[in-house]
């Protein structure tokens, strides 16, 4: 919980797959936290039908989205008259002009900014692999912050700073459900139908059925089109 608070931007993802369980777990997240912190929800395939009516299920994305260019010049020793731009076509050209001597073209860098997130949490990731093209398949921004790994599969290949897997939980769902208890938080409604939804739609669904009672026992009508009781 501790690198939870920490965190003040949170990237949530799970794998093309992309599972009723991993996406319904992401949006109970999200409503948990999202007025404490600045979090997206990243869900790389098609989201499951089941998942349309679950609370601001819009603010689901596919992707990270680009990184930013950084171009750098080292100006030490040589005086900036002014930087000005030129777009041709499909060009774009930025015009540095020296007021005494020229730059050379050692002077020039470049670099890709991050995404700028605190911690990355996986949901239902059995490995990196599986994520590889969200991140262009270049893991240097995870070796940086940390991230937290949440499956049930006993394969996972262990991979976050954080690795949180228990094959003997139905659904990552039902191991969330788990976590809200120890860290003793009170869950919205919103919160409560997105874990109902995932568990309805988990693996094994009748299994999940021995932790219905106490998400529903706070919101006793709570009910979804997803097959709930």
């Known amino acids: 919980m501790e690198v939870i608070n920490e965190a003040k ?20 997240f999200y409503h948990l ?5 600045k979090i997206r929800v990243v869900v790389p395939e098609e989201v499951p039908s ?22 750098s010049l080292d100006t030490n020793g040589v005086s900036l008259e002014k930087i000005s731009y030129l777009q041709e076509g499909r060009t774009f050209k930025l015009i540095v002009h020296p007021e005494r001597r ?8 470049y670099e890709y900014l991050g995404y700028s997130f605190d911690l990355f949490f996986f949901i239902g990731v059995h490995g990196l692999s599986e994520v590889a093209p969200l991140f262009n398949y270049d893991f240097s921004e995870l070796s940086a912050r940390p991230s937290i ?27 969330f459900f788990k976590m809200l208890g120890s860290w003793k938080i009170n869950f919205s409604r919103e919160v409560s139908l997105c874990l109902l939804t995932g568990l309805a739609n988990s ?26 009781p």
């Not at 693996?203 to 709930?228: A, C, Q």
């Open 203 to 228: 693996p094994n669904p009748k299994d999940s059925l021995r932790v219905f009672p106490e998400i529903k026992s706070s919101y006793p009508d709570l009910k979804s089109e997803n097959g709930l």
């Open 149 to 175: 790994n949440l499956d049930v599969r006993s394969d996972n290949e262990l991979f976050g700073s954080i690795n949180l897997v228990d094959p003997t939980s139905v659904s990552v769902c039902e191991m």
């Open 50 to 71: 089941s998942c349309h009516s679950l609370p601001e299920s819009s603010i689901i994305e596919k992707d990270l989205g680009p990184k930013k260019l950084a171009i």
């Open 33 to 37: 936290f999202k007025n404490y912190k």
């Open 9 to 28: 931007s949170i990237c949530l993802l799970t794998n093309q797959a992309s599972e009723t369980d991993s996406v319904a777990t992401m949006m109970a």
């Open 102 to 109: 020229s730059f050379e073209v050692e002077r020039i860098s």
